[in-house]
T-cell receptor
Framework: KNEVEQSPQNLTAQEGEFITINCSYS?????LHWLQQHPGGGIVSLFM???GKKKHGRLIATINIQEKHSSLHITASHPRDSAVYIC??????????????FGKGTHLIIQP | GAVVSQHPSRVICKSGTSVKIECRSL??????MFWYRQFPKQSLMLMAT?????????EQGVEKDKFLINHASLTLSTLTVTSAHPEDSSFYIC??????????????FGPGTRLTVT
């Protein structure tokens, strides 16, 4: 079973700062997901990636398959970015048919 | 596209009663739906995998007779918590995959259902 570790667990930053959240996993995967969970609990899928780098607006996600590591970056952070960011992985070889294994999440607070 | 809905969003029930939670894929056919739960301040955990027209596959430690899953159509899966107890109080989230032409690992999440058992 994959072990998914995220760091930091909690992060408080000032508006405008560049944010980096890290995720490492122990076993090969077919894909890695970055999710955003707001206080009400609803989950939004930010990125699904199996290699390289993806960018959407102020968010950038990278993955290094050899090192089993991914990072989520937020540029020009804003208070509305405050949320829990969760890393999750799809197991290798399952063809996506298996459920995800989740990290414990990073609680991000952006102060004005 | 690829919207997943859940109903209800919140439910409070008495101990010993049963509660049904619906998960619908609104604009695509979901060949597979997953059910997760999240206890306070803990990470999401997979409960079961539901494939249309077949029995659900449950994760170790999840009682299949207590958490009944039915995936009767390509757009609907239901989770019924039978004889609910206060320890079943949790946040239940479904996700779905199967968008035609998209990678198989893509999953789309419902908004979640917060269950409180009194």
């Amino acid at each position: 079973k994959n072990e998914v570790e995220q760091s930091p667990q909690n992060l408080t930053a000032q508006e405008g700062e560049f944010i980096t959240i890290n995720c490492s996993y122990s076993v090969g995967i077919s894909a890695l997901h970055w999710l955003q969970q707001h206080p009400g609990g609803g989950i939004v899928s930010l990125f699904m990636l199996s290699s390289g780098k993806k960018k959407h607006g102020r968010l950038i996600a990278t993955i290094n398959i050899q090192e089993k590591h991914s990072s989520l970056h937020i540029t020009a952070s804003h208070p509305r970015d405050s949320a829990v960011y969760i890393c999750a992985v799809s197991p290798e070889g399952g063809g996506g048919a298996d459920g995800l294994t989740f990290g414990k999440g990073t609680h991000l607070i952006i102060q004005p | 596209g690829a919207v997943v809905s859940q109903h209800p969003s919140r439910v409070i029930c008495k101990s010993g009663t049963s509660v049904k939670i619906e998960c619908r894929s609104l604009d695509f056919q979901a060949t597979t739906m997953f059910w997760y739960r999240q206890f306070p301040k803990q990470s999401l955990m997979l409960m079961a995998t539901s494939n249309e027209g077949s029995k659900a596959t449950y994760e170790q430690g999840v009682e299949k007779d207590k958490f009944l899953i039915n995936h009767a159509s390509l757009t609907l899966s239901t989770l019924t918590v039978t004889s609910a107890h206060p320890e079943d109080s949790s946040f239940y989230i479904c996700s779905a995959r199967g968008v035609r032409g998209r990678p198989v690992y893509e999953q789309y999440f419902g908004p979640g259902t917060r269950l409180t058992v009194t």
